[in-house]
């Protein structure tokens, strides 16, 4: 069985960093398209950023320049530095990954952007 677990959310002020860290665990034997989701209260799912197992990111115009994706293709793990953090990024924080032909999601976390 795949899961991804996700960490590193929390409240920060506007301007502040945080980095989120999502890791696959389970029966893997091959790992495409990583990348987060969020969705803020009352509002639809939208991609983030996502990276392809060759390392090439994407990002959504809302965050690019500020968000960095990356991965461990060792580790299995996907990383989301958020720097320079606006309320209106304040939302639920999804990873997901495709693995052995499907996709996962984790549990989401929250980010919370407030003076």
């Known amino acids: 069985q795949v899961q991804l677990v996700e960490s590193g959310g929390g409240l920060v002020q506007p301007g502040g960093s945080l980095r989120l860290s999502c890791a696959a665990s389970?029966?893997?034997?091959?790992?495409?398209?990583m990348g987060w989701y969020r969705q803020a209260a009352g509002k639809e799912r939208e991609l983030v950023a996502a990276?392809?197992?060759?390392?090439?990111?994407t990002y959504a115009d809302s965050v690019r320049g500020r968000f960095i994706i990356s991965r461990d293709n060792v580790k299995n793990t996907v990383y989301l530095q958020m720097n320079s953090l606006k309320p209106e990024d304040t939302a639920v924080y999804y990873c997901?990954?495709?693995?052995?032909?499907?996709?996962?999601w984790g549990q989401g976390t929250q980010v919370s952007v407030s003076p």
């Open positions: 990276v392809t197992s060759g390392g090439t990111p």
């Open positions: 997901y990954a495709l693995i052995n032909l499907l996709t996962y």
């Open positions: 389970g029966t893997i034997f091959s790992i495409n398209a």
